[in-house]
């Protein structure tokens, strides 16, 4: 299957041909619903893991409650299965009593049920994306390397070192897949996860490149103010199917590689690197939808399909430090 995101309603470089430095490829992962192996690109898939590579854990949480990885998968089936049948009398989904009871328990426990009873909690597996499917990728990749994995601690509340995001913990580990010779044939995965909505499902990765130009606050004052006086000329002109910068023109929603990062919800906070003060590229977006503006791909996803809501249908991004790939990546949500 491939999928393409449509073409802009306009290119934005005609008007403002001063943008044009400013471009950057994004590779759009346009995730869909699989059952990738340790050797393909994927999100919520089996990472290719040394055997003899200890798995990281958090250890922050203790006695926490929450819902089993299980029970997630059960509870979505439950939809997936449901809604595939014909409605019920009342239009509603078609659920057995069985079902029923089952929905009505994770409800009464707002969606956390299941307690774990105590110690580390390994990371869940995210995503991973190899170069040769990602071509983003390698612009961030340390030398030799050809991997990126990312793994998360499905939990808020995490105090300290790369623990200390707003949201769930990231690691990110980068490998050249070829020393990887035993892979570990089954990954650990938490008891818990803190929401339903942390736990990927596993999907294969569709890549396609993209160009994306800044949000309008990384862009001289100047020319942000003539963006916006054109927008407005072209509404009066067009009526309210004119195209925004913003939304059409220059940032794909959706999960990505490279790119550019939006700062739709607080105005832009760059992000500079903690160790040695360099501004931070995004490497990686986690998107709850990939749908919104003109950017809908083809074919369209069916609802959400990594499973995956970050924030409140927000983004969570990595950014990496240009200057040294070595240097801890910091997160932002959006
Ligand atoms: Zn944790
Ligand atoms: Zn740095």
Same mark, same amino acid.
């Given at each position: 299957?491939?999928?393409?995101?449509?073409?802009?309603?306009?290119?934005?470089?005609?008007?403002?041909?001063?943008?044009?430095?400013?471009?950057?490829?994004?590779?759009?992962?346009?995730?869909?619903?699989?059952?990738?192996?340790?050797?393909?690109?994927?999100?919520?898939?089996?990472?290719?893991?040394?055997?003899?590579?200890?798995?990281?854990?958090?250890?922050?949480?203790?006695?926490?409650?929450? #819902?089993?990885?299980?029970?997630?998968?059960?509870?979505? /089936?439950?939809?997936?299965?449901?809604?595939?049948?014909? &409605?019920?009398?009342?239009?509603?989904?078609?659920?057995?009593?069985?079902?029923?009871?089952?929905?009505?328990?994770?409800? /009464?426990?707002?969606?956390?049920?299941?307690?774990?009873?105590?110690?580390?909690?390994?990371?869940?597996?995210?995503?991973?994306?190899?170069?040769?499917?990602?071509?983003?990728?390698?612009?961030?990749?340390?030398?030799?390397?050809?991997?990126?994995?990312?793994?998360?601690?499905?939990?808020?509340?995490?105090?300290?070192?790369?623990?200390?995001?707003?949201?769930?913990?990231?690691?990110?580990?980068? &490998?050249?897949?070829?020393?990887?010779?035993?892979?570990?044939?089954?990954?650990?995965?938490?008891?818990?996860?803190?929401?339903?909505?942390?736990?990927?499902?596993?999907?294969?990765?569709?890549?396609?490149? #993209?160009?994306?130009?800044?949000?309008?606050?990384?862009?001289?004052?100047?020319?942000?103010?003539?963006?916006?006086?054109?927008?407005?000329?072209?509404?009066?002109?067009?009526?309210?199917?004119?195209?925004?910068?913003?939304?059409?023109?220059?940032?794909?929603?959706?999960?990505?590689?490279?790119?550019?990062?939006?700062?739709?919800?607080?105005?832009?906070? &760059?992000?500079?690197?903690?160790?040695?003060?360099?501004?931070?590229?995004?490497?990686?977006?986690?998107?709850?939808?990939?749908?919104?503006?003109?950017?809908?791909?083809?074919?369209?996803?069916?609802?959400?399909?990594?499973?995956?809501?970050?924030?409140?249908?927000?983004?969570?991004?990595?950014?990496?430090?240009?200057?040294?790939?070595?240097?801890?990546?910091?997160?932002?949500?959006?």
């Amino acid at each position: 299957m491939t999928i393409r995101t449509p073409y802009r309603p306009l290119d934005i470089t005609i008007p403002f041909p001063e943008l044009k430095p400013w471009a950057r490829t994004a590779t759009r992962l346009h995730p869909r619903p699989g059952t990738p192996t340790a050797d393909e690109s994927s999100v919520g898939g089996p990472l290719l893991w040394p055997s003899d590579e200890e798995w990281p854990v958090c250890g922050e949480h203790g006695r926490v409650q929450g #819902i089993a990885p299980g029970r997630v998968r059960r509870y979505r /089936r439950i939809l997936r299965e449901a809604y595939a049948r014909p &409605r019920a009398e009342d239009g509603g989904p078609a659920y057995t009593a069985g079902e029923r009871a089952e929905l009505d328990e994770l409800a /009464r426990t707002g969606h956390r049920p299941d307690r774990h009873d105590g110690g580390p909690l390994p990371l869940l597996a995210l995503a991973q994306c190899y170069t040769r499917d990602v071509p983003d990728l390698a612009a961030f990749a340390p030398p030799g390397a050809d991997l990126l994995q990312v793994l998360w601690c499905p939990f808020y509340g995490h105090e300290d070192g790369p623990f200390s995001e707003f949201g769930p913990s990231t690691l990110l580990y980068w &490998r050249r897949s070829t020393d990887v010779t035993a892979p570990l044939p089954v990954m650990p995965e938490p008891a818990v996860v803190d929401r339903d909505s942390y736990l990927p499902e596993p999907c294969v990765l569709h890549p396609e490149r #993209i160009v994306e130009y800044p949000f309008a606050d990384y862009l001289p004052r100047e020319l942000d103010e003539r963006i916006a006086a054109w927008e407005d000329e072209l509404r009066t002109r067009i009526g309210p199917s004119a195209p925004w910068y913003q939304y059409d023109l220059s940032l794909a929603p959706g999960w990505k590689v490279g790119g550019w990062d939006s700062w739709h919800k607080t105005d832009l906070d &760059r992000v500079y690197c903690p160790t040695c003060g360099t501004e931070m590229r995004v490497l990686l977006t986690v998107d709850s939808y990939e749908t919104g503006g003109s950017w809908g791909a083809y074919p369209e996803p069916v609802g959400r399909p990594t499973g995956v809501e970050v924030g409140r249908d927000g983004e969570y991004r990595a950014f990496v430090c240009p200057a040294d790939p070595t240097h801890p990546h910091r997160m932002s949500m959006q």
